[in-house]
């Protein structure tokens, strides 16, 4: 603890954990890019203040760059993650390496009697996540998984309108993010290191999709894509049937140079969508099923009553819902629990089980075929 606070020291100062040394000693829970260097994002009302409850101790990277950049923007830099570990101060190790270090890092820093808060995908395999439980169980330390996308707006936003049927009972989500970009030049592409689109960008989305419906996945049907290279995935899509006959597609692309909407759910009395990463979007909401307002339209070479769309007096056109939330609840929960006040709001099990549908899902990308999986 440094002035009564939890302090946090960052071991990998790349993008993310330079974002996080940033979001940390700024309080505000996530940093800003600027060319002059970085600063955090302005506070909302909903969100925790995280200077009040967390300082940040210092960060260490292998490159040396890297260590310039922090100590350039004033951060205490440590000369070895070993320094990290005998700083008696440091209550939690943030391990933001890349994919292939998680493992060895939070092993080493729990021993050494550190809580640990790791970056998605927090490990390489499900069996690798079950020995890292053991070690924290068996050191009663804190292995926190960092599923920070359970607090983007669009999420919550179709999570509300999932949860509050405001479209009726939901019986069909689709999730996805393009871009066009392919797989980034560095070690994303590469498969020891834990590349692929899966890993990066399906860890988040599952993680979201299997909050939002809450039930047993029976079976997963995945298809990667390798457009970019042949070395990892560079995208896929995924379809989920849950134990009550409810569907969800997660889908990931980078050769996409025309995205699809980001949300598109499927109720019992309308359909909502988010388009884009700006969250625009709208809930249609049905007011009569009867047709009476069906007149056939001309489609290509035939006629339709069935595709005709509706008139604005048989719908509701409705904006999405607004609320505030608190934007940094990860980092002020994790604060909570390393104190024993509060559980953690991510679960280790939760984590696995998400490791162990991507590893369901790449299983049925191998076989060709659908796969059972609760
Ligand atoms: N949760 C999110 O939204 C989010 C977003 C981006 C990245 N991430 C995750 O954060 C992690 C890092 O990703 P990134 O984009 O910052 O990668 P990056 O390549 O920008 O940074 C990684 C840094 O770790 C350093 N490093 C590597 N091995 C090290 C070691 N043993 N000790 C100290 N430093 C070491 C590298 O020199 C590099 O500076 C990955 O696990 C990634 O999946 C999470």
Redesign the pocket.
């Known amino acids: 603890m440094k002035n009564g606070k939890v302090a946090v020291a960052i ?9 996080h040394a940033v979001a940390i000693s700024t309080g505000s829970g996530q940093a800003l890019w600027m060319t002059d260097g970085s600063k955090g994002r302005e506070l909302e009302p909903g969100d925790t203040d995280l200077t009040k409850k967390m300082v940040l101790a210092g960060t ?4 040396e760059e ?1 260590q310039e950049w922090a100590r350039r923007l004033g951060f205490h830099t440590y000369n070895s ?1 070993e320094e990290i570990l005998n700083d008696d101060e440091v209550d939690v190790v943030l391990v ?4 292939d ?2 493992k060895e ?1 939070s092993i080493r820093a729990l021993r050494a009697g550190k809580n640990v808060l790791c ?3 927090v490990m390489m395999t499900s069996k690798d996540l079950e020995d890292v439980m053991a070690v924290a169980k068996e050191t009663g330390k804190v292995f926190y998984p ?1 599923q ?2 359970r607090w983007d707006k669009d999420y919550l936003t179709m999570k509300k309108i999932y949860d509050e049927k405001l479209i009726g009972d939901v019986f069909h989500v689709a999730s996805r993010y393009h871009g066009s970009r392919g797989i980034p030049g ?2 994303r592409g590469i498969k020891e290191k ?1 590349g692929g689109m899966m ?2 960008w399906g860890v ?1 989305l599952l993680d979201r999709i299997v909050l939002m419906i809450p039930e047993k996945i029976k079976k997963v049907y995945c298809k990667t894509t390798h457009i970019t290279n042949n070395e990892v995935d560079d995208g896929f899509t995924m379809l989920m049937t849950f134990e009550s006959g409810k569907t969800a597609t997660v889908e990931v692309g980078t050769c996409n140079f025309i995205n699809l909407p980001l949300w598109y759910m499927l109720g019992t009395e309308g359909t909502a969508v988010i388009q884009d990463f700006e969250d625009k979007g709208h809930m249609v909401k049905v007011r009569s099923w009867e047709d009476k307002d069906a007149t056939p339209i001309l489609m290509g070479e035939g006629l339709s009553k069935t595709m005709a769309p509706r008139k604005a007096d048989s719908v509701d056109d409705l904006p999405l819902p607004d609320f505030t939330y608190d934007r940094n609840e990860l980092y002020s929960n994790l604060c909570d629990v390393v104190l024993g006040k509060a559980e953690p709001v991510i679960k280790n099990e939760e984590a696995l089980r998400i490791l162990r549908l991507m590893e369901a899902a790449l299983k049925s990308d191998e076989l060709g075929e659908a796969v059972d999986f609760e």
């Open positions: 071991v990998g100062c790349g993008g993310m954990g330079g974002g260490f990277d292998i490159k890297r993650f933001a390496t890349p994919n270090d998680h890092l970056e998605k995908p960092r920070n996308r560095d070690w834990g890993f990066d988040h």
